[in-house]
């Protein structure tokens, strides 16, 4: 008997759950073993159960909540016989002698599915031969169990902060109620998960905080099925001044080596501190290039994403756990090697407008002559000339805001625009998102139609892009709504990329037969088509990395399971990463076969070349660092090298007052 132990994926159950995946090498096999002569299998091979009855392999799986399991059983027979075999959950047969039939050979696999009770927490699952032929090869079962419970609970009470001190609080709420048991809270600062509570509690101790920093914090509750609250009312609590206001001491001589057109090594002396030293960071002026962390933080580090022939002014300061931050040490001064010529850098960039609040949304018309922007939280649409000038052309009906990421969205425009005068907006409403479509006649917006709705919102991860594919079709991105489980779930459309037609049904082809083109996708703001019609996309983290993705229909991108590069079966890696403080990425376009890829919270302008015609990805450069704040939303000037790029410095991290956004052009030589 060859018993085993462990997944190759684990994903969260929820009341309409995505499979987690059991693959049958790590199952208990009796009169079988794992192998891996044939081809096409998942995982790290298959099993192969001796030509006897009563082989079996017995697969242990696990249940958020009772309900109904679907059981996909992925299997080869590569002889002419049937191998029927008893399919049991927990000791009992559901299928009995449940046919598995011939599949033309041992590399060809097939799927037969059925649906049984299952009970909350683990489940045995046993299939036995029930002939001499014995077993087909077996792959893995993936697993699903829909909850009969569908209702979420109430919203968490009104949070509120005591026991303060400088770097930590006690966080209160008031207890949700839910028909069957909350079974946890997840507490959210801003849109990233920040602490997890037990479904019996009211209160949580936040450790670890930042003195004299203010927190801004939600609570969702959750039950047993995944099913998740609306979200409780914010609170803002506020870390007091650390008692320790020694600065650590100058860092010592900075010194560069190693430079290339994109990078450098940079080396210092150490500073020294009453407490501890817990950061160096490398700047130019106020802005923060790159922060380097341990226990000790490390005194050398080379810094990528630089620009190539630009010159930089760096110096090091040196930060302890209470944030005081010592004097810069010495300036280091170089310039970057001559740039790479294929695909063009940026080499200008110019005001195009002013007097923004937010915008989130920018697309041309088919003719070049104009574009259409849109505000997320006036719900307004403009449009804007090459020149700059802009004419608010309507608003769209039913707009609502989410005081976070939520309002009007994407914008796009239909390629067949000059016959059927039809636009697309992305924006949130009372019940959640929605695709909608509008006519535009070239002066004002009318006509309003819903085509998708059912995209459940949240505060935060909204998603909102839109995009024509060259195949004619409307692709959407949505997040998962701080509800992460929901990106696994092929019947959700949230976390997902979706295509559809432009009278809002699912589009032919897709992956499932639905909606979904791609999932796995936790906040995606970023779509472009390169020039072989590959689909191009950024896509937030949590507190880890954030993704630049190669979409291809089907594929799991891996959230919540993964965040960045990670080695689970199944899933489909990011072609880049970076650390969220340098990217928090929106919009994105393509000019001469490279990607630009627009930083929020990294506040600068992402190169990164496409290799050729490969699916390979060039050294990222950024330009504009800390230059113009939080960038938002790029798009492709047509029939010309440029870019128009916009800010979102009015919104709730950007801080500054309504109006003070703008739409810049940058030029690419």
Same mark, same amino acid.
């Given at each position: 008997?060859?018993?085993?132990?462990?997944?190759?994926?684990?994903?969260?159950?929820?009341?309409? *759950?995505?499979?987690?995946?059991?693959?049958?090498?790590?199952?208990?096999?009796?009169?079988? *073993?794992?192998?891996?002569?044939? #081809?096409?299998?998942?995982?790290?091979?298959?099993?192969?159960?001796?030509?006897?009855?009563?082989?079996?392999?017995?697969? &242990?799986?696990?249940?958020?909540?009772?309900?109904?399991?679907?059981?996909?059983?992925?299997?080869?027979?590569?002889?002419?016989?049937?191998?029927?075999?008893?399919?049991?959950?927990?000791? #009992?047969?559901?299928?009995?002698?449940?046919?598995?039939?011939?599949?033309?050979?041992?590399?060809?696999?097939?799927?037969?599915?059925?649906?049984?009770?299952?009970?909350?927490?683990?489940?045995?699952? /046993?299939? @036995?031969?029930?002939?001499?032929?014995?077993?087909?090869? !077996? %792959?893995?079962?993936?697993?699903?169990?829909?909850?009969?419970?569908?209702?979420?609970?109430?919203?968490?009470?009104?949070?509120?902060?005591?026991?303060?001190?400088?770097?930590?609080?006690? !966080?209160?709420?008031?207890?949700?109620?839910?028909?069957?048991?909350?079974?946890?809270?997840?507490? $959210?600062?801003?849109?990233?998960?920040?602490?997890?509570?037990?479904?019996?509690?009211?209160?949580?101790?936040?450790?670890?905080?930042?003195?004299?920093?203010?927190?801004?914090?939600?609570?969702?509750?959750?039950?047993?099925?995944?099913?998740?609250?609306?979200?409780?009312?914010?609170?803002?609590?506020?870390?007091?001044?650390? #008692? %320790?206001?020694?600065?650590?001491?100058?860092?010592?001589?900075?010194?560069?080596?190693?430079?290339?057109?994109?990078?450098?090594?940079?080396?210092?002396?150490?500073?020294?501190?009453?407490?501890?030293?817990?950061?160096?960071?490398?700047?130019?002026?106020?802005?923060?290039?790159?922060?380097?962390?341990?226990?000790?933080?490390?005194?050398?580090?080379?810094?990528?994403?630089?620009?190539?022939?630009?010159?930089?002014?760096?110096?090091?300061?040196?930060?302890?756990?209470?944030?005081?931050?010592?004097?810069?040490?010495?300036?280091?001064?170089?310039?970057?090697?001559?740039?790479?010529?294929?695909?063009?850098?940026?080499?200008?960039?110019?005001?195009?407008?002013?007097?923004?609040?937010?915008?989130?949304?920018?697309?041309?018309?088919?003719?070049?002559?104009? *574009?259409?922007?849109?505000?997320?939280?006036?719900?307004?649409?403009?449009?804007?000339?090459?020149?700059?000038?802009?004419?608010?052309?309507?608003?769209?009906?039913?707009?609502?805001? &989410?005081?976070?990421?939520?309002?009007?969205?994407?914008?796009?425009?239909?390629?067949?625009?000059?016959?059927?005068?039809?636009?697309?907006?992305?924006?949130?409403?009372?019940?959640?998102?929605?695709?909608?479509?509008?006519?535009?006649?070239?002066?004002? !917006?009318?006509? $309003?139609?819903? +085509?998708?709705?059912?995209?459940?919102? #949240?505060?935060?991860?909204?998603?909102? /892009?839109?995009?024509?594919?060259?195949?004619?079709?409307?692709?959407?991105?949505?997040?998962?709504?701080?509800?992460? %489980?929901?990106?696994?779930?092929?019947?959700?459309?949230?976390?997902?990329?979706?295509?559809?037609?432009?009278?809002?049904?699912?589009?032919?082809?897709?992956?499932?037969?639905?909606?979904?083109?791609? $999932?796995?996708?936790?906040?995606?703001?970023? +779509?472009?088509?390169?020039?072989?019609?590959?689909?191009?996309?950024?896509?937030?983290?949590?507190?880890?990395?954030?993704?630049?993705?190669?979409?291809?229909?089907?594929?799991?991108?891996?959230?919540?399971?993964?965040?960045?590069?990670?080695?689970?079966?199944?899933?489909?890696?990011?072609?880049?990463?970076?650390?969220?403080?340098?990217?928090?990425?929106?919009?994105?376009?393509?000019?001469?076969?490279?990607?630009?890829?627009?930083?929020?919270?990294?506040?600068?302008?992402?190169?990164?070349?496409?290799?050729?015609?490969?699916?390979?990805?060039?050294?990222?450069?950024?330009?504009?660092?800390?230059?113009?704040?939080?960038?938002?939303?790029? @798009?492709?000037?047509?029939?010309?090298?440029?870019?128009?790029?916009?800010?979102?410095?009015?919104?709730?991290?950007?801080?500054?007052?309504?109006?003070?956004?703008?739409?810049?052009?940058?030029?690419?030589?």
């Amino acid at each position: 008997m060859l018993l085993c132990t462990g997944l190759v994926q684990a994903v969260p159950q929820s009341a309409s *759950a995505a499979a987690t995946r059991y693959e049958a090498e790590s199952a208990t096999i009796v009169q079988g *073993a794992a192998e891996s002569n044939h #081809s096409g299998y998942s995982g790290t091979g298959f099993v192969n159960g001796d030509n006897v009855v009563g082989s079996y392999v017995e697969f &242990t799986v696990t249940a958020a909540s009772a309900g109904t399991g679907q059981l996909a059983i992925r299997y080869s027979n590569g002889t002419t016989a049937g191998r029927p075999a008893d399919v049991a959950v927990g000791g #009992s047969v559901v299928s009995a002698a449940r046919a598995f039939d011939a599949t033309t050979d041992w590399n060809t696999w097939a799927t037969s599915t059925l649906t049984t009770p299952v009970k909350a927490g683990s489940n045995k699952i /046993r299939l @036995t031969s029930t002939t001499a032929n014995g077993l087909p090869n !077996l %792959d893995y079962i993936d697993f699903t169990v829909t909850s009969s419970d569908t209702q979420a609970p109430t919203a968490p009470g009104l949070p509120s902060c005591s026991a303060i001190t400088e770097d930590s609080l006690t !966080l209160n709420w008031g207890a949700a109620t839910d028909n069957v048991g909350v079974a946890a809270y997840d507490i $959210y600062e801003h849109g990233n998960k920040f602490a997890e509570a037990a479904g019996t509690a009211t209160t949580k101790n936040l450790t670890g905080l930042m003195a004299n920093t203010t927190y801004n914090i939600t609570v969702f509750a959750r039950d047993a099925a995944g099913n998740v609250s609306s979200v409780s009312p914010i609170v803002d609590c506020t870390t007091l001044r650390s #008692s %320790d206001t020694t600065a650590p001491s100058v860092p010592g001589t900075l010194a560069t080596s190693g430079l290339t057109a994109n990078s450098v090594v940079l080396t210092w002396g150490a500073s020294t501190d009453n407490t501890a030293v817990t950061a160096y960071e490398v700047r130019s002026g106020s802005t923060v290039y790159k922060t380097v962390t341990g226990t000790p933080p490390a005194t050398t580090t080379t810094l990528t994403g630089l620009a190539c022939a630009s010159p930089y002014t760096l110096d090091i300061v040196a930060k302890d756990a209470a944030g005081n931050v010592s004097p810069p040490g010495n300036t280091a001064t170089f310039t970057t090697p001559a740039c790479a010529t294929d695909g063009g850098v940026p080499s200008g960039i110019a005001t195009v407008s002013t007097g923004w609040s937010i915008p989130w949304g920018t697309y041309w018309m088919p003719d070049g002559k104009t *574009a259409l922007v849109t505000e997320r939280d006036s719900f307004k649409v403009f449009k804007v000339t090459p020149g700059g000038t802009r004419t608010q052309v309507g608003a769209v009906p039913g707009a609502v805001t &989410t005081n976070g990421e939520g309002g009007l969205l994407g914008v796009a425009v239909d390629p067949k625009w000059s016959t059927n005068h039809y636009v697309y907006f992305m924006h949130t409403a009372s019940e959640g998102n929605r695709v909608a479509r509008m006519t535009y006649d070239g002066s004002s !917006l009318g006509g $309003y139609t819903v +085509l998708l709705q059912g995209i459940k919102k #949240s505060r935060y991860h909204n998603g909102g /892009r839109l995009a024509f594919g060259p195949d004619g079709y409307l692709y959407a991105s949505t997040g998962e709504a701080q509800t992460p %489980d929901l990106a696994q779930d092929k019947n959700s459309l949230n976390g997902k990329i979706l295509r559809m037609t432009t009278d809002g049904k699912a589009a032919p082809g897709n992956p499932f037969g639905n909606y979904v083109y791609s $999932y796995g996708h936790r906040n995606p703001q970023g +779509l472009a088509f390169d020039r072989n019609g590959r689909l191009w996309e950024a896509e937030f983290g949590d507190s880890k990395k954030d993704e630049l993705n190669l979409i291809k229909p089907g594929n799991n991108y891996g959230w919540p399971v993964c965040e960045g590069s990670c080695s689970t079966a199944g899933m489909t890696n990011p072609k880049k990463t970076w650390n969220v403080s340098e990217a928090s990425p929106s919009g994105i376009a393509i000019v001469r076969n490279v990607i630009y890829m627009a930083a929020l919270k990294g506040e600068r302008l992402w190169r990164v070349p496409i290799t050729g015609d490969t699916e390979n990805l060039g050294t990222p450069s950024a330009y504009y660092v800390g230059t113009y704040g939080r960038l938002r939303t790029l @798009t492709k000037v047509p029939g010309q090298d440029q870019l128009w790029l916009s800010t979102t410095n009015c919104d709730n991290n950007g801080g500054e007052p309504d109006g003070a956004d703008k739409l810049f052009r940058v030029s690419i030589t």
